[in-house]
Structures are given as structure tokens and as C-alpha cells.
T-cell receptor, first 114, second 111 residues
Framework: DTGVSQNPRHKITKRGQNVTFRCDPI?????LYWYRQTLGQGPEFLTY????????KSRLLSDRFSAERPKGSFSTLEIQRTEQGDSAMYLC????????????FGPGTRLTVT | QKEVEQDPGPLSVPEGAIVSLNCTYS??????FMWYRQYSRKGPELLMY????GNKEDGRFTAQVDKSSKYISLFIRDSQPSDSATYLC???????????FGTGTQLKVEL
């Protein structure tokens, strides 16, 4: 399977703990995006990378959130001091980086903060 | 007001019906208009996209954009139970920096 992969698929954590998610994009896709989706809502943009450069961050991405893509391949999203409001599906997408910039999504990581 | 508005449904239709799914948007800078299908607890799957105004057909699916009225439509012909899912419209600007999603419309096609 050469699609976008995300790990773990599910994560249950206690409030105040740190969590890290990983995304592996489609090979040779130079753009990588993170979104968050809550029940009954569409995905909301968090941030995106072109190669290793983080080009845009949403104001949804508070100081507790950090994302990296150190070698322009896989990416990690870390949430520090998790809160119950962080419970959501975290989606990663990749794009070939040329018009029309179509984005292909992974299966997501479902985070539950207790 | 959200940049992209979409009726959340649910929309229930009999098998074989023609389905019309719609969104409105407010950002005139949107140039590419994507439609995604999302099954329960899965990631969104790209169905098709259009550029600017006009129609595009792909099998049983037709996407339509009217930029003058900021109205986006997806039509599904001969709907099947396997089409039961949430459909998300997601326009973006020409730079491709992010998708702006509607809430999604939940569709159920019944036998």
C-alpha cells in the first residue's frame, strides 16, 4: 500500500500527558498537511510543510502543539499537556505540490483524553 | 459565519435516486473545488475536483461550480447503498496551502 500512513491509529491518554503522532506521506509528495476533525464537523487545518519547511500554522495550533518534518519525509505532531478538548481525530494528508494541489488523506489518529 | 457552509443532513434516498449535495462559500479567492467522501471512522477520500466555474463528470458523479453565486454542487446518479457516507466539499485557493472544509453532508442510500 503506497498511501498515507499514520501511527498510532488510536491513542488514549490522561489529561496532562504528552502525545506524539507520526505521519508517513505518499512517496515523493513534497507537501504534508495536518488537520483536526471533531465529531460532526469537517476537518480543520492545523499546519502544512513544503519539504522540511513549515509554511503555515493555524491559530488553532496553540503553543502546546508542535509539528516537525525534519528530513522532508515523515512528520510528527506533538501535543504537550493534553486537555480534554484535544480529543479528536488527527488527520494527515500529502500532496504532490503542484496544481491542483490535490490532497490525499491517511486514516487518522483518534485521540481520547480522559 | 463560516467560509464554507454545508447542510449536515442526514439525507436519506432510495437506491437508484439522483442525489444533489451542495455547499456555499464566501471566499472569492477559492479556485479549486474538491469533493471528498468519508466513511465512518476513516480518512477522507478524494472523489473529484473542478477548477473555477463549470462542470466535471466522472462516472456517476458530476461536480458543478458557479463562482458568480459561490455555489458548489455534487450530483450522484443511480445512487447505491455503497455511496452511503459523509460528503465533504473543500475549496482551496490557487496556492494550495490548505483545504477549507464544510461540515459534511451525511448520505444514506437505502435498498
Amino acid at each position: 500500500d503506497t498511501g498515507v500512513s499514520q501511527n498510532p491509529r488510536h491513542k488514549i491518554t490522561k489529561r496532562g500527558q504528552n502525545v506524539t503522532f507520526r505521519c508517513d506521506p505518499i512517496s515523493e509528495h513534497n507537501r504534508l498537511y495536518w488537520y483536526r476533525q471533531t465529531l460532526g464537523q469537517g476537518p480543520e487545518f492545523l499546519t502544512y510543510f513544503q519539504n522540511e519547511a513549515q509554511l503555515e500554522k493555524s491559530r488553532l495550533l496553540s503553543d502546546r502543539f508542535s509539528a516537525e518534518r525534519p528530513k522532508g519525509s515523515f512528520s510528527t505532531l506533538e501535543i504537550q499537556r493534553t486537555e480534554q478538548g484535544d480529543s479528536a481525530m488527527y488527520l494527515c494528508a500529502s500532496s504532490p505540490g503542484r496544481v491542483p494541489y490535490e490532497q490525499y488523506f491517511g486514516p487518522g489518529t483518534r485521540l481520547t483524553v480522559t | 459565519q463560516k467560509e464554507v457552509e454545508q447542510d449536515p443532513g442526514p439525507l436519506s434516498v432510495p437506491e437508484g435516486a439522483i442525489v444533489s449535495l451542495n455547499c456555499t462559500y464566501s471566499n472569492s479567492a477559492f479556485q479549486y473545488f474538491m469533493w471528498y467522501r468519508q466513511y465512518s471512522r476513516k480518512g477522507p477520500e478524494l472523489l473529484m475536483y473542478t477548477y473555477s466555474s463549470g462542470n466535471k463528470e466522472d462516472g456517476r458523479f458530476t461536480a458543478q461550480v458557479d463562482k458568480s453565486s459561490k455555489y458548489i454542487s455534487l450530483f450522484i446518479r443511480d445512487s447505491q447503498p455503497s455511496d452511503s457516507a459523509t460528503y465533504l466539499c473543500a475549496p482551496q485557493t490557487g496556492g494550495g496551502n490548505k483545504l477549507t472544509f464544510g461540515t459534511g453532508t451525511q448520505l444514506k442510500v437505502e435498498l
